[in-house]
């Protein structure tokens, strides 16, 4: 972790020297600008601890191998077995690794090191975090790789996919934003690699490229299997719930084959990447850390298994490969800054003090001895208490009232104000949808009608919005290339709805009245004069002669549905507007770059 380069008075003495815990005092000791922290996580319990920190100005490979070899010696004395050793993908500590016994190359790989007391394998992983940023970088900054069929993998697919969200104004159910083009900008976020290098973003390139044809995507398969194949890894290797299905399961023995076979196929397909046609393998290449990385955790994985599972069954009945990440001891490093307040950067005498602190104790609690102690957990009301919009559509659904229309008539006098002035002829797509919208807003329709029928307690208007597989009359091809088995497909009448709905929120949006005070009942108001309510909802024709004129729970189901249709697409226009903004931001780049100055 990097601190400020720092001197303190600290108990009689200066603090912020290196320091490795030896007492030593002269004048021509450095200033420390990093602090090496060792943590212990437990692999069959559910703890965690940090051992050991040395206050350091860098340290060879040499140096740090020592320090390893003590810190595995002192843990064999209190009893604990070390099975891996995890660190990130720093050049260093490629060579601390073979300093070990290990070795990290890509040929003739060997990912474990005998331990110092006992000679048993010690597992070595690389952070499969850092491994993917890694991946990410190299496809980013070299622009296009090539698979063993001399196929490319480019960069620009993705560059497009995030073009083409702009211009349809909706995304095809991915994260991709212009932050994830310009990574360069924060390249230490992990969620922007993980977010690019996704299912997701597989799945878009693949609907986009075979069931919509758009021509900017042809043969991007190559591309859309590299993606799967890292998405699919980085599952693998980041596995922390026992029910979780997939490649984001732990491994056992009824799955181990199944996970043994697809790194056998990352193994050969690594391998074989070049970064230019019939060129350099990547692995031998000076970008090879990352891919490398992850051939060392394949490697480590399969030794973990067949040691902890398969030869010693009573040790463990599975393998969580979460419990070899680096995260638990960037979690702690986050827990120390935030120690600090506004200072993310603390100096060696703060990193010591709340290393200190949150070993004994990583609560934040008021002292039993104070004068006055809490008896209850009473919230204190904030401005952000305030509840979030509701669907009051629905709850006229569930409370039959004698609720006036006046509002609602009111508001549509007022809208044909608001919309009179709509230039239509210069808008042609608020008429006609692309496939690609038609496409999304099917994928949103299936959320918003989930959503209402967990939230209407009638059993009529709830079975209205059931998918009839006879009445469809789209093949939803978004949501079968996402589904798992989790989405559902809308009914026609919700989608019919939900496409009403965005034509009249384009034109409104185009027309600049999307800010305008209660735009929610203007996008209503306006999309409620292009339905005709006796062709929507026909099932609750004879349920609608139960209500009163006022009480039509077809009307408060029509819009309940734009409601949440609605509520979306504007969640979605004000996170674009802020993303574009942004779309320079430097401050978390400045911010890395200051704190790793040290000063």
Known sequence: MSIRRQTELDNGKLCGYVDYGTDLESPELPIANSALTFMVN?????????????????LNAIERTNLIKIALECL???????????????????????????????????????????????????????????VRNTLGSKGSMFDANNQII????????????????????????NRHIQWYNEKMKVKLAAQTLSESVANALDWLANDLKKAEFKGCDATVRFIRLFDKLFDSLNSRNLLSKGFKSPIKMDNAKTFFDFYNECDLYLRNLTISKDGINVVSSKWRTGFLGFLICIESVKGLYKSLIEQDESALSFLMTYKFSQDHLETFFSMIRSRGGYNNNPSAKQFKAAYKQLLVRHEIASSENANCISLSKINILSVGSRGKSKNNFVQNINHDNDRRLSDDL???????????????????????????????????????????????????CSGALIYDENSAENSYHLINRKNKGGLIKPSKDVYQLCKIGE????????????????????????????????????????HMLNQTTFDNHIIFLIKSVLFEYFKIRLCHVAKSITASLQINRVRSKNTKLTIFKGH
């Open 42 to 58: 437990a692999v069959n319990g559910n703890w965690k601890i940090p051992i050991a920190y040395f206050l350091i100005d860098g």
């Open 76 to 134: 064999h004395e209190t009893g604990i077995k070390v099975v891996a050793l995890t660190f990130d993908g720093l050049l260093c500590n490629f060579k601390v690794g073979n300093e070990l016994g290990a070795r990290l190359e890509a040929v003739d790989l060997k990912s474990t090191f005998p331990h110092p007391i006992t000679g048993e394998d010690v597992c070595i992983f690389l952070d499969p975090c850092h491994c993917l940023k890694l």
């Open 154 to 177: 480019d960069w620009s697919y993705v560059v497009k996919l995030e073009k083409f969200q702009q211009d349809e104004g909706l995304l095809a159910a991915t994260k991709i934003r």
């Open 410 to 460: 009111q508001i549509i006098d007022n809208s044909e104000a608001a919309t009179s002035d709509h230039a239509y002829s210069k808008i042609p797509s608020s008429k006609i949808l692309s496939e690609y919208v038609e496409d999304v807003v099917a994928y949103i329709s299936g959320f918003v009608q989930r959503k209402l029928i967990s939230a209407i307690k009638c059993e009529e």
């Open 503 to 542: 034509k009249s929120f384009r034109i409104i949006q185009a027309a600049g009245k999307i800010t305008s005070k209660n735009v929610l009942e203007l996008l209503i108001a306006d999309s409620m004069r292009k339905i005709n309510v006796n062709n929507v909802f026909s099932v609750l024709n004879n």
